[in-house]
């Protein structure tokens, strides 16, 4: 999935398409994705995955704010807080502390410029755990 090939960019979308990446933030969508998937060794393979990746998430959600613009601000708001409420229940037992918060959906893509800025956050954090854990080739930090 991660070669240039035209038929994989296709195939890349397809899948990541049928995740459950709405209202999910960047480790979530990563532990998502990457737990179905296997990394490749090369980064441009990986960035290939990661571009996908946040492309189909930004899409997912941008559909979703437009389609809440159309609504009042009260069912807009109640809306949101429901699908906060929901999303982060299953964050704290991920993390295992409920203490711990990410930027979920909206909340995250509201503070993004486009697919581009997601791409290198999600990309930066793949780069980060492979330094924080030594990509498996040695003792953990």
Same mark, same amino acid.
């Given at each position: 999935?991660?070669?240039?090939?035209s038929? *994989?960019?296709?195939? #890349?979308?397809?899948?990541?398409?049928?995740?459950?990446l709405?209202?999910?933030?960047?480790?979530?969508?990563? *532990? #998502?994705?990457?737990?179905?998937? !296997?990394?490749?060794?090369? &980064?441009?393979?990986?960035? @290939?995955?990661?571009?996908?990746?946040?492309?189909?998430?930004?899409?997912?959600?941008?559909? &979703?704010?437009?389609? $809440?613009?159309?609504?009042?601000?009260?069912?807009?708001?109640q809306?949101l $807080?429901?699908?906060? !409420? #929901?999303?982060?229940?299953?964050?704290?037992?991920?993390?295992?502390?409920?203490?711990? #918060?990410?930027? &979920?959906? $909206?909340?995250?893509? !509201?503070? &993004?410029?486009?697919?581009?800025?997601? *791409? !290198?956050?999600? $990309?930066?954090?793949?780069?980060?755990?492979?330094?924080?854990?030594?990509?498996?080739?040695?003792? @953990?930090r």
């Amino acid at each position: 999935l991660g070669e240039a090939f035209s038929l *994989c960019t296709l195939i #890349r979308f397809s899948v990541f398409d049928a995740m459950p990446l709405l209202h999910t933030g960047v480790l979530t969508a990563l *532990c #998502r994705a990457f737990g179905v998937l !296997q990394l490749p060794e090369d &980064l441009m393979k990986i960035e @290939r995955l990661v571009r996908g990746l946040s492309h189909v998430w930004w899409r997912k959600h941008k559909a &979703l704010a437009e389609g $809440l613009t159309d609504q009042p601000a009260a069912i807009q708001q109640q809306q949101l $807080l429901a699908h906060q !409420q #929901r999303y982060q229940a299953g964050f704290a037992a991920i993390d295992g502390s409920p203490d711990v #918060r990410e930027l &979920l959906g $909206l909340e995250l893509w !509201q503070y &993004l410029a486009g697919s581009d800025a997601l *791409c !290198q956050l999600m $990309l930066s954090t793949v780069l980060l755990h492979w330094y924080v854990h030594s990509n498996g080739n040695g003792q @953990r930090r």
